[in-house]
């Protein structure tokens, strides 16, 4: 197993678009890294990179303390699981999952292939088992006979896996590899990935745009945007203190509510609210124009006009009802907030109610898309 | 009318039409295999007057004849001009096919997947080629296979095709642009080069359109006259098509038609027996042409 470093990596494309701005990142030896951003972010370029499969145009990719820019993908000792399985069609699942590991003995020991017959035999029996092995820990082993064209996603998926995982390589390598399934599937081949990593403790590098599947598998998540990685950080770092106010609104759904506004006098004045801010929150606030971010969960909604204080008077635009909890849309003063509530049967589309947030649980943003958030005592 | 009658109605139109077309097409061939099996005086008939009729007792002695006529090198052994010749067509046209094939998918795989500078230019000019006709390269590529000294072998006839086709290149590429990039890339991590790419994913991948260029290539191999009889001077060097020109007499004019017609139904043989055999392949190849272009 392997470390990978990451040092200064750019990617520029003919055209002069940058896929990816230099990048520092260190993945430690048998970690679960998961890349995710939205489309064009530069996630996959920076997989593939890893992977050999795209040139680096600046910096050094190093995988066990060797860098790796001018290695053959082959040589870098790295597994690939593609988002569109990539099987070879042609090929029986069996044949498949041996392919990779018998080429690469065959390379390492071609002489002693083209010599001793027989040690080469005993190397494919060895490939033969692990393979039938493989197999049946991922429940394909009835499948080993088949072309890829008489397999389901799900199951054409798992021969993916499986030819990975065989190889018993230094790094494994996952290009949105969930994407094409349906979203129960999504969930059950998320807990087989987990316990994949879990059985190999093999580094893992996984690339995807959905949060929800970067908070459940990550180790550590890697949010970028644009080229460039705004946050690097366990899942429990990025959603509960976020970088900025890009990865704020990408971890977590529903989004995090955002309000135009300053401070003025200990309270958060904008859009119609005024919310006190509570004292020691936030030792230092910047004076001038802030965003105030809250989560949907930090809203609590009761029917009815406000009794003063610190409720919100409101009224409710939409709900949209989740079986067990519900999602509210609230117009407050003109301010669109969303919360995320218990079932509550009073609240009306249509009609009044007041909302309250947990002040104390929200964030200071500077202005701009992606502004920096504003230290807090939970920084500390 | 109804509907059902209606449909009936454009069935029966569309059989009837389909059935016209066919016995078009069929009749030259039944024709060929009926004259064959007159006696000559009936066949010769058939040919100055143009009528047609079925020979009443077939002359299966026709074939076995036209077989011992065919080449001018049979002293001592019977049919060793066939032989002969048959083989010639035989060796070149495999030769021929797989050079077309292995080197015809080779160069798409470049075209279609390796970025290098002047690609796109380089494709160009290889398609201007299927533009130029066969007659104006005729006496250069002449002079050129004269000054290697390779006339009266087949040479010029087989190593021309191990550097690619045109129009099998230009097919092959559309098809491997189809190829998705990932099955290469996890080509490229399981260990392959270029060339292993090329031998063991795209050349499977590629059956149809294979399927299509062997067939195209060994029919055409097959039947081709001109280049034979340019290239090829010794009797025993011979293709069968060249060894069929042998029942014309030294004025041009056929004496012997019922003996000609016998022995090209015998050289048609391996070429229908090909398509039979590849027709799956052929048929899902020319569709999956006409869908992705």
Known sequence: MASIELRQVSKTYPGGVHAVRATDLSFRDGEFVVLVGPSGCGKSTLLRMIAGLETVSGGTVSIGGRVVNDVAPKDRDVAMVFQNYALYPHMTVRRNMAFGMLRRRRHAGMAAWLTRHAEWARERDEVDRKVAETARTLGIDALLDRLPRALSGGQRQRVALGRALVRDPQVFLFDEPLSNLDARLRIETRAEIREMHRRTRATMVYVTHDQEEAMTLADRMVVMRSGVVHQAGTPEECYARPADRFVAGFVGMPVMNFVDGRVEAGAFVGSGLRLTLPAGRWPAVPTGPLVLGVRPDRIAVAPGASPGGDALPASVRAIERLGDRMDVVLDAAGTRLVARIGNDDRLREGEAAHATVDVGAAHLFAPGEAGMRVSDSGDR | ?293
């Open chain 2, 1 to 293: 009318m109804s509907g059902a009658s209606r449909s009936i109605l454009r069935s029966a139109v569309l059989w009837m039409v389909l059935a016209a077309g066919t016995a078009v097409f069929l009749y030259p061939l039944l024709w060929m295999v009926g004259v064959s099996l007159s006696p000559a005086d009936a066949a010769q008939a058939a040919t100055v007057e143009g009528g047609f009729a079925w020979p009443a007792s077939p002359q299966w002695e026709n074939y076995r004849e036209a077989l011992g006529q065919i080449g001018s090198g049979n002293a001592g052994e019977p049919m060793r001009g066939f032989k002969d010749a048959l083989a010639n067509s035989v060796v070149i046209a495999v030769l021929v096919t797989a050079g077309t094939v292995l080197s015809s998918s080779l160069v798409a795989l470049a075209f279609a997947r390796v970025r290098f500078r002047g690609s796109r230019p380089l494709f160009m000019v290889m398609l201007g080629t299927m533009m130029l006709p066969g007659q104006v390269t005729m006496i250069p590529l002449f002079i050129l296979f004269r000054n290697l000294g390779w006339i009266d072998t087949m040479l010029p006839l087989v190593v021309p095709a191990f550097f690619g086709n045109a129009y099998f290149v230009f097919m092959y590429r559309q098809f491997i642009a189809q190829v998705p990039e990932a099955l290469l890339e996890a080509a490229r991590l399981d260990g392959l080069g270029w060339p292993g790419i090329w031998w063991r994913i795209i050349l499977p991948l590629c059956r149809p359109v294979t399927a299509i260029t062997a067939v195209f290539t060994f029919i055409g191999c097959w039947n081709d006259f001109l280049a034979p009889v340019i290239y090829l001077q010794s009797d025993d060097q011979a293709t069968l098509s060249v060894a069929l020109n042998g029942f014309r007499n030294q004025y041009g004019g056929i004496t012997k038609v019922h003996l000609l017609m016998a022995a090209s139904i015998t050289t048609m043989v391996p070429c229908i027996l090909l398509f039979l055999a590849a027709q799956r392949q052929f048929v899902e190849g020319l569709g999956k042409g006409a869908v992705k272009g």
